[in-house]
T-cell receptor, first 113, second 111 residues
């Protein structure tokens, strides 16, 4: 069983479109995250979310919005896609508390053309 | 966010030990030291973490300096499958428990 699964694995879309990436974890973790890895391979936190709190990295454009229907899911919606949004997006989850590690998904490669 | 400093790249011969250093001079008393690695075309993978004492698991060992301003990830026998980018990260309660990744160390394993 995959612990953190993301769909789709690849996504190619045109500028201006709206798209969603789904993430599900079956680990019973409290907190989920989205990271963006750009072409220079730098991993940047976008959001962290648990049932109490959404923390948004201030540099993330408001075209990006996380939506969590329940504790096991955190989807990423992106409106009005731009060329610069092309990247690999990773979902992760963890238990709450700094003594716990993250489990990452295998990533979604988004290409905006 | 608490900062870490790692060499950009390192090389190791296969089946030899590898010591990957990390400096974190601004670490605070409650920050945990985590290590992750990212193999090509995969998501980051947990390796090991610790607070003050040295830690061992099936993947690696973590040696933490007495003043906690540096740590070393030790791979006891490097294999070709260990070629990856290794990230040393501080997990701090004052950053919303988030991980802030640096640039990491790209490890090349030479057959």
């Amino acid at each position: 069983d995959t612990a953190v699964s993301q769909t789709p694995k690849y996504l190619v879309t045109q500028m201006g479109n709206d798209k969603s990436i789904k993430c599900e974890q079956n680990l019973g973790h409290d907190t989920m995250y989205w990271y963006k890895q750009d072409s220079k391979k730098f991993l940047k936190i976008m959001f962290s979310y648990n049932n109490k709190e959404l923390i948004i990295n201030e540099t993330v454009p408001n075209r990006f919005s996380p939506k969590s229907p329940d504790k096991a899911h955190l989807n990423l919606h992106i409106n009005s896609l731009e060329l610069g949004d092309s990247a690999v997006y990773f979902c992760a989850s963890s238990r709450q508390g700094i003594n716990y590690g993250y489990t990452f998904g295998s990533g979604t490669r988004l290409t905006v053309v | 966010d608490a900062k870490t400093t790692q060499p950009n790249s390192m090389e190791s011969n296969e089946e030899e030990p590898v010591h990957l250093p990390c400096n974190h001079s601004t670490i605070s008393g409650t920050d945990y030291i985590h290590w992750y690695r990212q193999l090509p075309s995969q998501g980051p993978e947990y390796v090991i973490h610790g607070l003050t004492s040295n830690v061992n698991n099936r993947m690696a060992s973590l040696a933490i300096a007495e003043d906690r301003k540096s740590s070393t990830l030790i791979l006891h026998r490097a294999t070709l499958r260990d070629a990856a980018v290794y990230y040393c990260i501080l997990r701090a309660s004052n950053t919303g428990n988030q991980f802030y990744f640096g640039t990491g160390t790209s490890l090349t394993v030479i057959p």
